[in-house]
């Protein structure tokens, strides 16, 4: 074997184990629904961050994760969604007259595609080591309001979206 073959072999091992290295920590996500509008749009490419919520490191308001959920893509697996974090463990979630309250008070989100909550839930505690989510184009989401999400548990969390890859107009920090 010459030494320029030998050379390509050794480069092309490292680009591997590089690769495999860099995606134990991430992964390219892409964006397949509208239900994170204005925020993510159809097709954005988002780098998760497989390793965010390791350990004792635990989702915080506002994070927007991706979870295995219950519902099935069109191949009868798992489909994950992608939604914003609104309640933590043991938070009152309350949705009236258009509006979220945690815990009594009113929860400003300036993010919302059209400043509404759709949805009437009153007084419901998030169960420990798990999360309330829903989309920021509440209008179209299908999130913790309804029974075919309902509750995230923390073990579904698949990671949390840090960066927008693509398109390249768009803030790329999330």
């Known amino acids: 074997?010459?030494?320029?073959?030998?050379?390509?072999?050794i480069d092309v091992f490292i680009a591997i184990l590089a690769a495999g290295a860099i995606l134990f920590f991430v992964r390219p996500t892409i964006v397949k629904q509208t239900s994170m509008q204005d925020?993510?749009?159809?097709?954005?490419?988002?780098i998760m961050y497989r390793r965010a919520?390791?350990?004792?490191?635990?989702?915080?308001?506002?994070?927007?994760?991706?979870?295995?959920s219950e519902m099935t893509d069109e191949s009868?697996?798992?489909?994950?969604?992608i939604?914003?974090?609104?309640?933590?463990?043991?938070?009152?979630?309350?949705?009236?007259?258009?509006?979220v309250y945690l815990n009594g008070e009113e929860?400003?989100?300036s993010y919302l595609k059209d400043g509404y909550t759709s949805g009437d839930i009153q007084d419901?505690?998030?169960?420990?080591?798990?999360?309330?989510?829903?989309?920021d184009n509440r209008a179209v989401s299908i999130d913790s309001r309804y029974s075919e999400v309902g509750?995230?548990?923390?073990?579904?969390?698949?990671?949390?979206?840090?960066?927008?890859?693509?398109?390249?107009?768009?803030?790329?920090?999330?």
């Open 107 to 109: 929860y400003p989100e």
């Open 39 to 46: 925020t993510l749009n159809p097709n954005d490419y988002v």
């Open 151 to 174: 509750f995230v548990e923390k073990e579904d969390i698949k990671g949390k979206a840090v960066l927008r890859l693509y398109p390249f107009t768009e803030k790329h920090l999330l």
């Open 76 to 81: 009868g697996k798992d489909k994950l969604l």
């Open 1 to 9: 074997m010459t030494s320029f073959v030998k050379s390509v072999l």
């Open 53 to 68: 919520y390791s350990g004792d490191k635990e989702p915080e308001r506002g994070d927007i994760i991706i979870f295995e």
């Open 124 to 135: 419901v505690v998030v169960p420990e080591n798990s999360y309330f989510v829903m989309g």
């Open 83 to 99: 939604k914003r974090v609104i309640g933590l463990p043991g938070d009152t979630v309350t949705i009236e007259n258009g509006m």
